[in-house]
């Protein structure tokens, strides 16, 4: 590789396949999700052009790092890590093909190195801050609040949120939580953030009318195009991003396959995007 082009490829966007499900509850299947998307984001079908006209197929397009093979047991959060860690370490900003949730709390783990403390923008139907849920500590629905106890975050933005209970509100009262329920969204109430900014993507937060292949189906969501615009408009600049919850075994039609491919997609024009305007 030349000098030129190591250089050009610097913070370019890569994939990396976390196929880890066992943090679950309810319903297993987003370890299989990550070939599903990568053969989503490939399908003939479409093509490998964003909305912002950038060719993810071109030599500087979307690279990908494979999937980390990962046990289902509590080693999967240090190689999720190390993983993250070797991705970071290539000048790569990795977009990380969940997986349930609970693999954001290593991937951040890892982004703090580079990117100490940023800015999480979150999507989800989910506040996903229990203490504990089931007797574990790292369950999909706990990842946020291990990521507040390390002090992982500056910030955390979550939107589309239409599950809140007594004891989640009381955790993101706890750990300053920025919450923007689907209440505040329909008057219009939209997330400001700048500087780094790590994006995670609970494909839950969308309607199952757009989204029905998820473990936890919840009416009420908001739309592809909003999450799209979310994604476009964000003011900070993306260090990593997680789409995560994907659940095949839900999915009959490919619908939420193609959907996650889409998000992929612009979260690599945003990235590229980044790059462009010199983005930290």
């Known amino acids: 590789m030349t000098s030129e082009l190591s250089n050009s490829l610097v913070f370019a966007p890569s994939l990396i396949g976390l196929p880890y499900d066992a943090s679950s509850s309810f319903m297993r299947g987003p370890a299989d999700a990550p070939a599903l998307i990568r053969a989503a984001i490939h399908s003939t079908a479409g093509n490998s052009w964003t909305e912002d006209l950038h060719d993810l197929a071109a030599s500087e397009g979307l690279s990908d790092a494979g999937d980390l093979e990962l046990p289902p047991t509590s080693a999967a959060r240090e190689l999720i890590e190390a993983g993250i860690v070797r991705l970071l370490e290539s000048d790569r900003r990795p977009i990380a093909l ?16 580079p990117h100490p403390r940023p800015t999480i923008l979150h999507i989800d139907a989910h506040p996903d801050l229990y203490e504990e849920f089931e007797d574990d500590r790292y369950s999909h629905a706990c990842p946020f609040a291990r990521i507040h106890e390390d ?7 979550q939107v589309g949120i239409r599950t809140m209970n007594a004891q989640q509100n009381a955790q ?10 689907m209440r505040a969204w329909a008057a219009g ?4 953030v700048e500087g780094p900014v790590y994006l995670s993507i609970d494909l839950d937060g969308i309607d199952p009318a757009f989204a029905p292949g998820v473990s936890h189906r919840e009416p009420g969501g908001l739309t592809t ?14 260090v990593g991003a997680d789409v995560v919850e994907f659940n095949p075994r839900q999915d009959a039609t490919d619908l939420t396959a193609r959907l996650a491919a889409k998000l992929v ?16």
């Open 98 to 113: 969940g997986g349930d949730h609970s693999v954001t709390y290593p991937i951040l783990r890892a982004i703090n190195g």
């Open 151 to 157: 002090g992982l975050a500056a910030r955390h933005v």
């Open 172 to 181: 993101a009262v706890r750990h300053g939580v920025e919450v923007i329920d």
């Open 189 to 192: 109430v939209r997330p400001v």
């Open 225 to 238: 195009r909003e999450v799209l615009t979310l994604i476009q408009s964000c003011a900070g600049t993306l």
């Open 265 to 280: 997609k612009e979260i690599a024009a945003r990235m590229f995007a980044d790059r462009e305007r010199g983005g930290v």
